[in-house]
Every structure is written in structure tokens, then in C-alpha cells.
């Protein structure tokens, strides 16, 4: 397989604090010569374990760009112990673009990987975390939110594994990042994920629902700095005492967590996310937009539980996801 064209700006093996970024070459209409140029830090003192963490792996998920942001300007060197690799823009066309997939060729990140060294831009990027970013880590954060199209309650999560040993560290990780949910989430489609291809290597993965419709509010906000700042002291990278609150543990493992929209029209939500729900109960309704008159779709729950997620525009198409229910554990 060809290299990766890719390089980084940043000596991965120094001490210190260095920014930089991945340049990917990138010929175009308005740029022949250019470059893709993903704004990287590095932050590296003495030997100890590596965290990569990660925003905007969907381009229009926020609260992860502005807790790493953060994190990339505020970090003090001389509470490091290990390394710090921080991407807060994972798919940066996306980000940029302000949409989930990439403008240039819309690509999916979270569902190109492994990735191609000769693919578009999308496969390019995930090649080079595939075989270049994830062999350097020990702890991996992907921090996400709802997007545009999405709502969610704020939850941590992770996944059930077959390696028993590398779930039970997921979920001590998942734990300490100490979202107000904790929730075991069953992925409808895993294929190409960047959460299975870090799984694959036997990594410590967590990822986050922090909320959606496209912004992020104060709490949201809250809730990602304050998780990244407690994964990085459980893994023994920074020094200092976390900030240990309350969690709601859930699960969607259960047959009816996810319900899918069988019908397109204007959608009346009929509870709110965190709201409890039972078994039948009416979660929304879909009325029909092209005449009145006519009697709206309902949908029901199919588990008991919280509504942990939602659809977030007002108008609701066929195959759209309409809701989640968490289940308590």
C-alpha cells in the first residue's frame, strides 16, 4: 500500500506544547497547488500513556471543537504526564462547510474507515488516522453531538465488546469522562465507523451524544470540557482530582429502542428528551402536510425507558430517525 500523503507539521516524538497541522494536498479549482490544512496540537512531556481526542468528526457537532479548542490554548505543560494529541476538526471541510459530510466529496468520516492513501479527501484523512494516529494511542475521545438533524440528551458512551478486558476499561473511561447519561449504545450500522476501527486495535474508546441541532449551548459546552479534562486525569495524563457528579446509566440494546419514521410530514413531538416513557406510549406524530383534515401517524414506544434522542428539524421524512429510548440499568 502507497504512503499516505499526508504529513504533520508537528514532531509527534517532542517535548513540549506544538501547534501546527495534517496537510493534505489537495488540487482544485480555486487552489492548484493547495492543501487540506487540519489544525493539530501536541502536547508531550516525558513518557506516559497517549490520548487522542477528537471533534468534529461531523462537521456541524460542536461542542467537541470548542472544548479542544480550549483544552489546545489553556493546557499546562507541567501537569502532563504522557502525550496529548488534539484534533479539534477532524473532517475540516465538513467543519468548515458547517454540514456533516465533506463539501469536496461528501464523505462520511465516521463511516469511511479504514480509508485509501489514494482515495478522495474524506478516505485520505481516515487512512492516516488508521494507520498513522490510532498505533500512537492508548485513550481515544470522539466527541459528538446531534448535528443539525439530531437531538440527544448529554451521554457518554461506548460499545459492548467481545474482548471482555478492553469493554470493562471502555466503560471505567466512558465513566470518568461523567456525562449526566452513561449509556451502552448499540450502533445500527458499524461498518467503516472510526469507533470500530479503534475498537479493531484493542484501544480504549469513548464517545459522546452532547446534544444537537446543529449548535452548542453553555451546558453542553460545560459537560465536554469538564469530560475531557476527567478522561485525561483517569488515564494518568493530567494531574488533579476530577469532577466526579451524578450519572443516569441507559442501554439500547433492547429490541424497539430506535424508532425509524415510516411517513413524511410535520412532526408533533409528544415528550421531551430525558422524559420517562413506557411500552406503547405515544412518543410523536407525524401530520400530513399536503391537505388537512386528515389524522396524523402516531408513534409509538416499543421499550420503556427516557426518550434519550430525538429528530430535530420540524418537518420529518420517510427513514428518518425519529427517536431513541434509553433504557434504565
Not at 81 to 98: E, Q
Request: charged content about 20%; overall charge negative.
Amino acid at each position: 500500500m502507497r504512503d499516505n500523503p499526508i504529513t504533520a507539521t508537528v514532531d509527534f516524538a517532542a517535548n513540549g506544547i506544538q501547534h501546527g497541522f495534517l496537510k493534505l494536498p489537495h488540487s482544485h479549482d480555486t487552489s492548484a497547488w493547495g492543501a487540506v490544512m487540519i489544525p493539530i496540537t501536541v502536547v508531550r512531556r516525558g513518557e506516559g500513556p497517549t490520548a487522542l481526542l477528537t471533534g468534529a468528526n461531523h462537521g456541524d457537532e460542536y461542542e467537541g471543537p470548542i472544548a479542544l479548542m480550549d483544552l489546545a490554548q489553556n493546557v499546562v505543560l507541567n501537569n502532563v504526564s504522557g502525550r496529548i494529541i488534539i484534533i479539534p476538526m477532524m473532517n475540516y471541510p465538513a467543519f468548515l462547510a458547517g454540514k456533516r459530510t465533506s463539501p469536496i466529496d461528501s464523505g462520511n468520516m465516521n463511516r469511511a474507515f479504514p480509508g485509501a492513501p489514494d482515495g478522495t479527501v474524506t478516505p485520505k484523512i481516515a487512512d492516516y488516522f488508521q494507520r498513522t494516529m490510532l498505533p500512537m494511542a492508548d485513550v481515544v475521545l470522539d466527541i459528538h453531538a446531534g448535528g443539525k438533524t439530531l437531538d440527544f440528551i448529554p451521554f457518554a458512551c461506548t460499545h459492548v465488546l467481545e474482548d471482555a478486558d478492553q469493554q470493562a476499561q471502555c466503560i471505567a473511561a466512558m465513566r470518568a469522562f461523567n456525562a449526566p447519561y452513561s449509556m451502552m449504545l448499540t450502533e445500527l450500522d458499524a461498518v467503516g465507523m472510526y469507533d470500530t476501527a479503534t475498537e479493531d486495535m484493542g484501544k480504549i474508546f469513548v464517545s459522546t451524544e452532547l446534544g444537537g441541532g446543529g449548535s452548542a449551548t453553555a451546558r453542553s459546552t460545560a459537560i465536554a470540557k469538564r469530560g475531557v479534562d476527567n478522561l485525561l486525569k483517569h488515564a494518568g495524563i493530567l494531574s488533579g482530582e476530577m469532577d466526579v457528579q451524578p450519572t443516569i446509566n441507559l442501554d439500547t440494546s433492547g429490541d424497539g429502542c430506535f424508532i425509524t419514521c415510516e411517513s413524511r410530514g410535520l412532526l408533533e413531538m409528544c415528550v421531551d428528551l430525558g422524559e420517562a416513557v413506557g411500552e406503547g406510549d405515544v412518543i410523536a406524530r407525524v401530520h400530513d402536510v399536503y391537505r388537512t383534515g386528515g389524522t396524523p401517524d402516531e408513534y409509538r414506544a416499543q421499550a420503556s425507558g427516557i426518550l434519550a434522542g430525538r429528530h430535530f428539524p420540524g418537518l420529518v421524512d420517510m427513514g428518518d430517525s425519529l427517536g431513541v429510548i434509553g433504557m434504565l440499568v
